[in-house]
C-alpha cells in the first residue's frame, strides 16, 4: 500500500479531463515547447500591441541592453533551482559586488571583475554554509542573508551613491555586454550538458536522498553551486556597474524576483529535478523581458506592471507545478 | 441462505503499467470473518485501499447492504459502516487518544461552534474501559504510548461504531501474543453482534485458524474463496502461488566449499539505537545473509556496510585494509547497495531510468572528458535490457515503473558499475515470482563471477534457499551462525531469532 500511494496514474479509457490534462502537462515535449510557444505569443501579442514599436530594431538592442545582467545572474539561479534550492539574496549580492566594482574600478578594471566575483563567491559561500552544514532550507536561509546585505548595501551608500571610475561606461556597448552574456551561457551550458553537473544536479532536485545513495556528495555540490551562482552574479554585477556607473541603496532591488518569475516562465519546474532544461533560462529571460518592457511600452505605471507580473507569474506556477514533487523544495 | 453484506463488482485499479487489481467480484457474508492472502503485490491492500476510499477506483464498484458505496476517504468511508486497521502507524502523533479516536468526527461534540473537549474526553474514555484498556487514559497526548497500544487505541478508533465492515490489515505482525488476543477478542465480537471482518495476514496459520473462509487473490486476480475449515497451509501457499510450491527458484547446489579470501571485514560495528558491536567477514565469491526480525537491526547493517549510517563506530574495511566511512568510498571502491527503501534511497524516483542506471558510473562514461547523452543512453540501454527491465525506452522515469521493474532498475545500475560487493536489502520485497526467479538467478550467476553478497531479507526461506552462510540477528547483535545445508529448517532459524 504504502509503496504504490504516490504514483496514482489512472490508464483506462474514459480517463476524466483532468486526468488528461495532467497526462498532457507531464510530456517532455509540452515542456519544451509550451515555453517557446509562450515567447512567440508574447512577442506577437506585445508587437501588435504596441502597433509594431517593440520590434523596431532600436527598441529591440534597447530591450536586450536592460537583458544581460538578469540573464547572467538568472544562469546561477538555474544550477541552484535544478537542485530544488532557491536563492532570494541575488538582489543584495548583486548590490554589495557591485558597490566592490566600483571601489576596485579605480585601480584596475581585471581586480574590479574578480573583486566582485569574489564578493558574489563569499556571500555564496556564506548562503550555502547555513544550507549545509545547519542544515536550514535555502528559502529561509536567502530571506536573511537577502535582509543582512539588502542593509549592509544601505549603509553603505547612507551618505552618497558609490561611483565607479567615471569612463567605464566606454565599455557599455552592446558588443561587449553581449559576448560576455553569451560566454557565461555557453560556458554554463557545456558544464550542464556535457559533464556530471546536470545530472547530478537534477538527481538532487528529483530525490535527494537517492542521489546520496547513488554516490553524489550532495553536500559538497550544494555549496559549491551556491559559491558558484554567486561568483556569477558578481561576474553580473559588472554588467551592472558599466550600465549605471554607481550603485544606490536600491541596486538589484527586486531581482531575485524578478530571476525566479523569468526561469519559471521560461518552464523550470519551481521545484527542479529531471525535468529541467537549459533552454529555460534563455526562454524564460526574454519572455519576462519582453513582458515587462512591452507593458512599460503601452504606458503602464510601474504598480501595475507589477500586479500584472504578479497575476502572470501566479498562472505559470500553477500550470507548471509538478505535483508530484512540489512539496520538496528545499 | 447466507446473507451478502458487500460485493466488490468487477473492481478494476491500475497504477501505470501495473494492472495491480482485474476484475475482482468478490461477495462477503454477514457475520463473517474472511481472510485476505496472497503474496505481496497481489492486489489485497490495493483492493481494500479502493474500498476505504483511500484509492479510487478506475472501474466497477462496491456494493454495501444493497446499495452502492461511494466514499473518497476513511471518513466518509466510516460514516457508511466500513473501517479499517492499517498496517502502518494509523493514529496521529500530536493528538491526545481521545482526539485520535474521534478523528474526523469531531462534529459531535461541537456546539455552537465550540468543541466540548471534556465530553470528548469522558465518552472515550468510556468506550476504553469498555474495551478492557482502562491502563490508557484518553487525555494523555497519543505519543505517551508504544507501539502495542497505539494498536489497540486504532482498534477502539475503528470498532466503536459498530462498523458492518472491519478490515484489519497486516496488524498482527507488530502486535505481541496479547495484543493478538485481544484483536482476536474484537474480531470474534464484531462477527458475532453478525458483522463482518476482512482479515489480511500473512501468517497462514493464523488465517486458517481465525477466519470462516479465505479469499485468494494472486497478480490482481480473485482465484478462489475456500472454508477455512477445508484447507491446510499447503493448499492455500499453491493457491497463492500458483503452483506446487518448490525450491526450483532458488539455488540446488550444497556443500561447494567458498574461498577462504576474505573481501570484506566489520569489526565492532555499532550504530546508536540500531546494532550494538557487530563483527563478520564476507569471503570472495560468497552469499552471505543476514536475517531476524524487522525490527532486529538488520537493515542497517547494509547501511554500515556502505557507509551510510550515522554515528556508527567501529570499523569497515576492504581486503587491502582500505576503511570504507562513506558511501562514495563505497562505491569508488566497489561496493553496491540496494536498500530497502527502494523508492527514496535505492532510486531518484523522479528521474529517469537512464539517469538512475549511469549516476554512479559517470566518471567512466566520460570520452575524452566529455559525458555525450547519446553514451549515458546506450550504457543505461545495454544493461536495462540486459536484466530485461519492462519499460518504454530509458528515458521513461522510473516512478511509472512496478517495483519488480524498479528494483531490475537497481541492478541494472549495479551490473553496470560492476561491482565487486553487492549488499542487497530486501531484495524480492513486493516483487511478483517471475521477477523474484529472476533476481535469484542474477545473484547465482554474480557468485559464478566470483563477486561477494551479502543478502538482508525478512523471508527465511530466501535466505535458506540462496546462501552460503547465514548470520541471524536478534536485539542488533548476533544471535546465531548457520552454514548452508539441506537439512536447515525454518525452525531452527526462528529459533535464533525470537
Same mark, same amino acid.
Given at each position: 500500500?504504502?509503496?504504490?500511494?504516490?504514483?496514482?496514474?489512472?490508464?483506462?479509457?474514459?480517463?476524466?479531463?483532468?486526468?488528461?490534462?495532467?497526462?498532457?502537462?507531464?510530456?517532455?515535449?509540452?515542456?519544451?515547447v509550451?515555453?517557446?510557444?509562450g515567447?512567440?505569443?508574447?512577442?506577437?501579442l506585445?508587437?501588435?500591441?504596441?502597433?509594431?514599436?517593440?520590434?523596431?530594431?532600436f527598441?529591440?538592442?534597447?530591450?536586450?541592453s536592460q537583458?544581460?545582467?538578469?540573464?547572467?545572474?538568472?544562469?546561477?539561479?538555474f544550477?541552484?533551482?535544478t537542485?530544488?534550492?532557491?536563492?532570494?539574496?541575488?538582489?543584495?549580492m548583486?548590490a554589495?559586488?557591485?558597490?566592490v566594482?566600483c571601489?576596485?574600478?579605480?585601480?584596475?578594471?581585471?581586480?574590479?571583475?574578480?573583486?566582485?566575483?569574489?564578493t558574489?563567491?563569499a556571500?555564496?559561500?556564506?548562503?550555502?554554509?547555513?544550507?549545509?552544514?545547519?542544515?536550514?532550507?535555502?528559502?529561509?536561509?536567502t530571506?536573511?542573508?537577502m535582509?543582512?546585505?539588502?542593509?549592509l548595501?544601505?549603509?553603505?551608500?547612507?551618505?552618497?551613491?558609490?561611483?565607479?571610475?567615471g569612463?567605464?561606461?566606454?565599455?557599455?556597448?552592446?558588443?561587449?555586454?553581449?559576448?560576455?552574456?553569451?560566454?557565461?551561457?555557453?560556458l554554463?551550458?557545456?558544464?550542464?550538458?556535457?559533464?556530471?553537473?546536470?545530472?547530478?544536479l537534477?538527481?538532487?532536485?528529483a530525490?535527494?536522498t537517492g542521489a546520496?545513495?547513488?554516490g553524489?556528495?550532495?553536500?559538497?555540490?550544494?555549496?559549491?553551486?551556491?559559491?558558484?551562482?554567486?561568483?556569477?552574479t558578481?561576474?553580473?554585477?559588472?554588467?551592472?556597474?558599466?550600465?549605471v556607473?554607481?550603485?544606490?541603496?536600491?541596486?538589484?532591488?527586486?531581482?531575485?524576483t524578478?530571476?525566479?518569475i523569468?526561469?519559471?516562465?521560461?518552464?523550470l519546474?519551481?521545484?527542479g529535478?529531471?525535468?529541467?532544461?537549459?533552454?529555460?533560462?534563455?526562454?524564460?529571460?526574454?519572455?519576462y523581458?519582453?513582458?515587462s518592457?512591452?507593458?512599460?511600452?503601452?504606458?503602464?505605471?510601474t504598480?501595475?506592471?507589477?500586479?500584472?507580473?504578479?497575476?502572470i507569474?501566479?498562472?505559470?506556477?500553477?500550470?507548471f507545478?509538478?505535483?508530484k514533487?512540489?512539496?520538496?523544495?528545499? | 441462505?447466507?446473507?451478502v453484506?458487500?460485493?466488490?463488482?468487477?473492481?478494476?485499479k491500475?497504477?501505470?503499467i501495473?494492472?495491480?487489481?482485474?476484475?475482482v467480484?468478490?461477495?462477503?457474508?454477514?457475520?463473517?470473518i474472511?481472510?485476505?492472502?496472497?503474496?505481496?503485490?497481489?492486489?489485497k491492500?490495493t483492493?481494500?485501499?479502493?474500498?476505504?476510499?483511500?484509492?479510487?477506483?478506475?472501474?466497477?464498484?462496491?456494493?454495501?447492504?444493497g446499495?452502492?458505496?461511494?466514499?473518497?476517504?476513511?471518513?466518509?468511508?466510516?460514516?457508511?459502516?466500513?473501517?479499517i486497521?492499517?498496517?502502518?502507524?494509523g493514529t496521529?502523533?500530536?493528538?491526545t487518544?481521545?482526539?485520535?479516536?474521534?478523528?474526523?468526527?469531531?462534529?459531535?461534540?461541537?456546539?455552537?461552534?465550540?468543541?466540548?473537549?471534556?465530553?470528548?474526553?469522558?465518552e472515550?474514555?468510556?468506550?476504553?474501559?469498555?474495551?478492557?484498556?482502562?491502563?490508557?487514559?484518553?487525555?494523555?497526548?497519543?505519543?505517551?504510548?508504544?507501539?502495542e497500544? @497505539?494498536?489497540?487505541?486504532?482498534?477502539?478508533?475503528?470498532?466503536?461504531?459498530?462498523?458492518?465492515?472491519?478490515?484489519?490489515d497486516?496488524?498482527t505482525?507488530?502486535l505481541?501474543?496479547?495484543?493478538?488476543?485481544?484483536?482476536?477478542?474484537?474480531?470474534?465480537?464484531i462477527?458475532d453482534?453478525?458483522n463482518?471482518?476482512?482479515?489480511?495476514s500473512?501468517?497462514l496459520?493464523?488465517?486458517?485458524?481465525?477466519?470462516?473462509?479465505i479469499?485468494?487473490?494472486?497478480?490482481?486476480?480473485?482465484?478462489?474463496?475456500?472454508?477455512?475449515?477445508?484447507?491446510?497451509?499447503?493448499?492455500?501457499k499453491?493457491l497463492?502461488v500458483?503452483r506446487?510450491?518448490?525450491?526450483?527458484?532458488?539455488?540446488?547446489?550444497?556443500?561447494?566449499?567458498?574461498?577462504?579470501?576474505?573481501?570484506?571485514?566489520?569489526?565492532?560495528?555499532s550504530?546508536?539505537g540500531?546494532?550494538k558491536?557487530m563483527?563478520?567477514e564476507?569471503?570472495?565469491g560468497e552469499?552471505?545473509?543476514?536475517?531476524?526480525?524487522?525490527e532486529c537491526?538488520?537493515?542497517?547493517?547494509?547501511k554500515?556496510?556502505?557507509?551510510?549510517?550515522?554515528?556508527?563506530?567501529?570499523?569497515?574495511?576492504?581486503a587491502?585494509?582500505?576503511?570504507?566511512?562513506?558511501?562514495?568510498?563505497?562505491?569508488?571502491?566497489?561496493?553496491?547497495?540496494?536498500?530497502?527503501?527502494?523508492d527514496?534511497e535505492?532510486l531518484?524516483?523522479n528521474?529517469?531510468?537512464?539517469?538512475?542506471?549511469?549516476?554512479?558510473?559517470m566518471?567512466?562514461?566520460?570520452v575524452?572528458?566529455?559525458?555525450?547523452n547519446?553514451?549515458?543512453?546506450e550504457?543505461?540501454?545495454?544493461?536495462a535490457?540486459?536484466?530485461?527491465?519492462?519499460?518504454?525506452?530509458v528515458?521513461q522515469?522510473?516512478?511509472?515503473?512496478?517495483?519488480g521493474n524498479k528494483?531490475?532498475?537497481?541492478?541494472a545500475?549495479?551490473i553496470?558499475?560492476?561491482?565487486?560487493?553487492?549488499?542487497l536489502d530486501?531484495?524480492?520485497r513486493?516483487?511478483?515470482v517471475?521477477v523474484k526467479?529472476?533476481?535469484?538467478?542474477?545473484?547465482?550467476?554474480m557468485k559464478k563471477?566470483?563477486?561477494?553478497?551479502?543478502v538482508?531479507?525478512?523471508?527465511?526461506?530466501?535466505?535458506?534457499?540462496m546462501?552460503?552462510?547465514?548470520l541471524v540477528m536478534?536485539?542488533?547483535?548476533?544471535?546465531?551462525?548457520?552454514? @548452508?545445508?539441506?537439512?536447515l529448517?525454518?525452525?531452527?532459524?526462528?529459533?535464533?531469532?525470537?
Open positions: 500500500m504504502t509503496e504504490l500511494q504516490n504514483i496514482e496514474i489512472p490508464t483506462t479509457e474514459n480517463k476524466s479531463f483532468g486526468a488528461k490534462y495532467r497526462e498532457f502537462m507531464d510530456k517532455p515535449v509540452t515542456r519544451g509550451l515555453p517557446v510557444v515567447l512567440l505569443i508574447i512577442i506577437a506585445f508587437a501588435i500591441l504596441t502597433g509594431g514599436k517593440i520590434i523596431q530594431p527598441n529591440i538592442s534597447l530591450l536586450l537583458t544581460y545582467m538578469l540573464m547572467i545572474a538568472a544562469t546561477g539561479v544550477l541552484i533551482m537542485m530544488g534550492c532557491l536563492d532570494f539574496s541575488q538582489g543584495s548583486l554589495i559586488a557591485s558597490i566594482i571601489y576596485l574600478s579605480t585601480y584596475s578594471l581585471p581586480l574590479a571583475i574578480l573583486g566582485g566575483m569574489v558574489g563567491g556571500i555564496g559561500a556564506i548562503n550555502g554554509f547555513f544550507l549545509v552544514k545547519r542544515k536550514m532550507p535555502s528559502f529561509i536561509v530571506i536573511c542573508t535582509f543582512l546585505f539588502r542593509g548595501c544601505a549603509y553603505l551608500t547612507t551618505n552618497s551613491p558609490v561611483y565607479a571610475i569612463d567605464i561606461n566606454k565599455y557599455n556597448t552592446m558588443t561587449i555586454e553581449l559576448t560576455l552574456t553569451a560566454i557565461v551561457l555557453l554554463v551550458y557545456l558544464l550542464f550538458h556535457f559533464t556530471k553537473l546536470g545530472s547530478n537534477k538527481a538532487i532536485g530525490g535527494e546520496r545513495f547513488a553524489i556528495k550532495v553536500e559538497k555540490t550544494k555549496l559549491l553551486v551556491y559559491i558558484a551562482a554567486g561568483m556569477i558578481g561576474f553580473a554585477a559588472f554588467i551592472n556597474v558599466i550600465k556607473g554607481s550603485v544606490t541603496s536600491t541596486s538589484g532591488n527586486m531581482m531575485e524578478q530571476i525566479l523569468a526561469l519559471v516562465l521560461g518552464g519546474p519551481i521545484s529535478g529531471a525535468k529541467v532544461r537549459f533552454t529555460n533560462v534563455i526562454v524564460g529571460v526574454l519572455t523581458k519582453i513582458l518592457t512591452g507593458l512599460v511600452m503601452m504606458g503602464f505605471t504598480q501595475m506592471q507589477q500586479l500584472i507580473e504578479g497575476v507569474f501566479l498562472i505559470v506556477v500553477a500550470i507545478s509538478d505535483r514533487s512540489i512539496q520538496v523544495i528545499k | 441462505m447466507e446473507e453484506i458487500l460485493r466488490a463488482e468487477n473492481v478494476n491500475s497504477f501505470g501495473t494492472h495491480a487489481v482485474k476484475d467480484t468478490l461477495p462477503f457474508n454477514k457475520g463473517e474472511r481472510g485476505l492472502i496472497g503474496e505481496n503485490g497481489s492486489g491492500s483492493l481494500m485501499s479502493m474500498l476505504l476510499g483511500i484509492y479510487s477506483i478506475d472501474s466497477g464498484k462496491f456494493i454495501l447492504d446499495k452502492e458505496l461511494n466514499v473518497n476517504n476513511q471518513v466518509e468511508a466510516n460514516r457508511n459502516g466500513v473501517s486497521i492499517v498496517q502502518e502507524m496521529l502523533s500530536g493528538l487518544v481521545a482526539e485520535n479516536i474521534f478523528l474526523g468526527n469531531e462534529d459531535r461534540f461541537v456546539k455552537f461552534g465550540i468543541k466540548n473537549t471534556t465530553a470528548m474526553n469522558r472515550a474514555q468510556a468506550l476504553l474501559d469498555k474495551y478492557g484498556f482502562n491502563r490508557i487514559d484518553a487525555t494523555m497526548m497519543i505519543d505517551n504510548y508504544d507501539f497500544d @497505539r494498536k489497540l487505541i486504532e482498534i477502539v478508533k475503528a470498532t466503536y461504531f459498530d462498523p458492518k465492515v472491519l478490515v484489519i497486516e496488524t505482525t507488530a505481541s501474543q496479547s495484543g493478538r488476543d485481544e484483536l482476536y477478542k474484537h474480531m470474534n465480537r462477527r453482534e453478525g463482518t471482518v476482512i482479515f489480511i500473512h501468517d496459520a493464523e488465517v486458517i485458524k481465525y477466519t470462516n473462509s479469499s485468494v487473490l494472486r497478480d490482481g486476480v480473485l482465484i478462489d474463496t475456500v472454508q477455512s475449515s477445508d484447507v491446510t497451509e499447503d493448499d492455500l499453491k497463492m500458483g506446487v510450491l518448490d525450491d526450483r527458484y532458488y539455488r540446488t547446489d550444497y556443500g561447494e566449499a567458498v574461498s577462504d579470501d576474505v573481501v570484506l571485514s566489520v569489526k565492532n560495528v550504530v546508536p540500531e546494532i558491536n563483527s563478520f564476507l569471503h570472495k552469499i552471505l545473509g543476514i536475517g531476524g526480525l524487522s537491526g538488520m537493515h542497517e547493517v547494509g554500515a556496510v556502505f557507509g551510510a549510517s550515522y554515528d556508527r563506530t567501529g570499523e569497515v574495511t576492504l587491502d585494509g582500505t576503511p570504507i566511512n562513506s558511501i562514495t568510498t563505497a562505491i569508488k571502491h566497489s561496493i553496491a547497495y540496494a536498500s530497502k527503501d527502494r527514496n535505492s531518484v524516483i528521474d529517469s531510468i537512464s539517469d538512475n542506471i549511469c549516476l554512479p558510473s566518471d567512466s562514461l566520460r575524452n572528458n566529455i559525458l555525450l547519446k553514451h549515458l543512453n550504457f543505461a540501454n545495454k544493461y535490457k540486459l536484466i530485461s527491465v519492462k519499460m518504454v525506452d528515458n522515469f522510473v516512478s511509472d515503473l512496478s517495483g528494483q531490475k532498475v537497481v541492478l545500475r549495479w553496470g558499475k560492476n561491482s565487486d560487493i553487492v549488499v530486501s531484495p524480492t513486493g516483487i511478483d517471475k526467479a529472476d533476481i535469484y538467478a542474477l545473484m547465482s550467476e563471477q566470483g563477486k561477494s553478497i551479502i538482508i531479507s525478512e523471508e527465511i526461506m530466501e535466505l535458506l534457499g546462501c552460503d552462510r547465514i536478534k536485539d542488533g547483535a548476533l544471535s546465531g551462525e548457520f552454514m @548452508r545445508s539441506p537439512t529448517t525454518e525452525e531452527d532459524f526462528i529459533a535464533k531469532m525470537v
